[in-house]
Nanobody, 120 residues
Framework: QVQLVESGGGLVQPGGSLRLSCAASGSIFRIDAMGWYRQGPGEERELVGTITRGGGADYADSVKGRFTISRDNARNAVYLQMNSLKPEDTAVYYC??????????????WGQGTQVIVSS
């Protein structure tokens, strides 16, 4: 069994910063791509960005230059540094990870989500 646990959400003023963390635990042999999605009120879930095992990252146009994804392979963790936050960044943020277990079965897992509210 694998779990992804996110932390770091909260309320922040426009222009502020937050850092989200997500750690994977359980029966893990290897983690490949990791990433972040978000779902705003009344909206569909959308991709924020992804990062490869080697550290190469891609971002949605809406967050380029403001958000940075990083990971720590030794800790099975992925991070989302969010700067210059805008009210439209308000959403529940979910981390994902493509994980291979010791039996070489590969599955994409999702975290439970963490709320980010950008408001004055």
């Amino acid at each position: 069994q694998v779990q992804l646990v996110e932390s770091g959400g909260g309320l922040v003023q426009p222009g502020g910063s937050l850092r989200l963390s997500c750690a994977a635990s359980g029966s893990i042999f290897r983690i490949d791509a990791m990433g972040w999605y978000r779902q705003g009120p009344g909206e569909e879930r959308e991709l924020v960005g992804t990062i490869t095992r080697g550290g190469g990252a891609d971002y949605a146009d809406s967050v380029k230059g403001r958000f940075t994804i990083s990971r720590d392979n030794a800790r099975n963790a992925v991070y989302l540094q969010m700067n210059s936050l805008k009210p439209e960044d308000t959403a529940v943020y979910y981390c994902t990870a493509t994980i291979t277990n010791p039996f070489f079965v590969t599955t994409t897992y999702w975290g439970q989500g963490t709320q980010v509210i950008v408001s004055s």
